[in-house]
């Protein structure tokens, strides 16, 4: 498998209800950063979160790190339509560049 | 907000043809990047620039591709005799030092006939 990979690879919630994404790498890292891409467009910085860290919160999304089994979750909280898009985790494996993971595409319906 | 801008949002090239992408990285920003999406692929890293010279690059990155920062705020990716497969999606970010928040442009859609 390769570095970063998101899953579910897609998942379909309710407005409200919360969604949760996992990542998963291969490498150590200084950091990991998740972004957001909707259809066709840019990618949005959501967070990064140093290996030193174990978890961290910005407005309603909540990372968490395990550096010993090489993940992070995402969680989105009561999620809303606006919130529809693929959801990506990049790693730095030491490096200045990001491996990207294959993403999960979030649908939330109104 | 400060933010990466990219510009043309798309291009249409005759295969063969040269090609150059801009970016306006944010103004205190030091790291420059390009990373292309091939259409329902993952995000691909190509180059890093800092201190007016090529940190890293990737295998995809070869002659075929060069970047320049012209003037104090310019980013440019340029691709010659660009090929059918070079169609994608190409994205500059920029960032402050060296594993920090990157920040990402709209991209620009290259589609080579």
């Known amino acids: 498998s390769q570095q970063g990979e998101e899953d579910p690879q897609a998942l379909s919630i309710q407005e409200g209800e919360n969604a949760t994404m996992n990542c998963s790498y291969k490498?150590?890292?200084?950091?990991l950063q998740w972004y957001r891409q909707n259809s066709g467009r840019g990618l949005v910085h959501l967070i990064l979160?140093?290996?030193?860290?174990r978890e961290k919160h910005s407005g309603r999304l909540r990372v968490t790190l395990d550096t010993s089994k090489k993940s992070s979750s995402l969680l989105i909280t009561a999620s809303r339509a606006a919130d529809t898009a693929s959801y990506f985790c990049?790693?730095?494996?030491?490096?200045?560049?990001?491996?990207f993971g294959t993403g999960t595409r979030l649908q939330v319906f109104p | 907000e400060p933010e990466v801008t990219q510009t043309p949002s798309h291009q249409v090239t005759q295969m063969g043809q040269e090609v150059i992408l801009r970016c306006v990285p944010i103004?205190?920003?030091?790291?420059f990047y390009w990373y292309r999406q091939i259409l329902g692929q993952k995000v691909e890293f190509l180059v890093s620039?800092?201190?007016?010279?090529?940190?890293?690059k990737s295998e995809i990155f070869d002659d075929q591709f060069s970047v320049e920062r012209p003037d104090g705020s310019n980013f440019t990716l340029k691709i010659r005799s660009t090929k059918l497969e070079d169609s994608a999606m190409y994205f500059c970010?920029?960032?402050?030092?060296?594993?920090?928040?990157?920040?990402f442009g709209q991209g620009t859609r290259l589609t080579v006939v």
């Open positions: 620039f800092y201190n007016n010279e090529i940190s890293e």
């Open positions: 103004s205190n920003h030091l790291y």
């Open positions: 990049a790693t730095d494996a030491n490096t200045d560049k990001l491996i």
């Open positions: 970010a920029s960032s402050t030092g060296f594993n920090t928040e990157a920040f």
């Open positions: 979160i140093r290996s030193n860290e």
């Open positions: 490498t150590s890292i200084n950091n």
